[in-house]
């Protein structure tokens, strides 16, 4: 089962995430996650990815699609994915599949989850004084990764749609509420 969690900067994905990677067994892939791991490094890939990311940009299709790719082959006896914050443009939706196609996987299902932006502002600035994220820690970055969404990321819910594998879901109750409604989701449609 391949499962690709949406949603804007700060609606939850990586918290939902790390409970559905353990209760279907799957490997949580964060593009995220595995940025900031290689900034701390000071890798290659860490430094190319720092201004985008500081400034609230996406990082490049190029940089992007060729991290995903590695994370996939470095799992291959995986039960299956979660993908949290990838895609995030048509480009990389189209890559995903056509790679996933090549193995005999494909996705099974999307979910989107939805929250007001007010409620993520607050959020995120919460999250950035916690953790020290440089890009959780400015509301103009914050305005610039929602503009990024609303660009560039959204429209891959009609790229879903037209597949009959979306889905969305409020994101704005309690942690365990909408974990409780994201794992009644993927069990109706996990078969799909
Ligand atoms: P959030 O969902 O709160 O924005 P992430 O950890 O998913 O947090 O992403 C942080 C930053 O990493 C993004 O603002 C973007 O710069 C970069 N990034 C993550 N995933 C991608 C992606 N698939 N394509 C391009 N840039 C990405």
């Given at each position: 089962m391949n499962i690709v969690l949406f949603g804007?900067?700060?609606?939850?994905k990586g918290t939902q995430a790390n409970f559905i990677k353990i209760k279907y067994n799957l490997t949580h892939i964060s593009t995220g996650d595995v940025f900031r791991e290689n900034i701390k490094k000071n890798t290659e890939l860490g430094k190319l990815a720092r201004s985008y990311i500081d400034s609230g940009k996406l990082v490049p299709d190029e940089l992007t699609i060729n991290l995903l790719e590695n994370k996939i082959e470095e799992n291959t006896n995986s039960k299956g994915y979660i993908f949290d914050?990838?895609?995030?443009?048509i480009e990389q939706g189209i890559h995903l599949d056509n790679f996933l196609f090549k193995k005999n996987l494909s996705i099974n299902l999307t979910i989107s989850l939805e929250v007001d932006e007010r409620i993520l502002i607050n959020r995120i600035l919460k999250r950035g004084v916690e953790s020290g994220r440089a890009d959780d820690q400015d509301k103009m970055k914050i305005r610039q990764r929602f503009d990024e969404y609303n660009q560039k990321t959204s429209i891959l819910k009609e790229y879903y749609k037209e597949q009959n594998k979306f889905f969305s879901i409020s994101g704005q109750d309690s942690i365990n509420q909408v974990k409780d409604r994201l794992t009644k989701l993927i069990d109706k449609h996990k078969n799909d």
């Open positions: 804007m900067p700060g609606s939850g914050g990838f895609p995030r443009t």
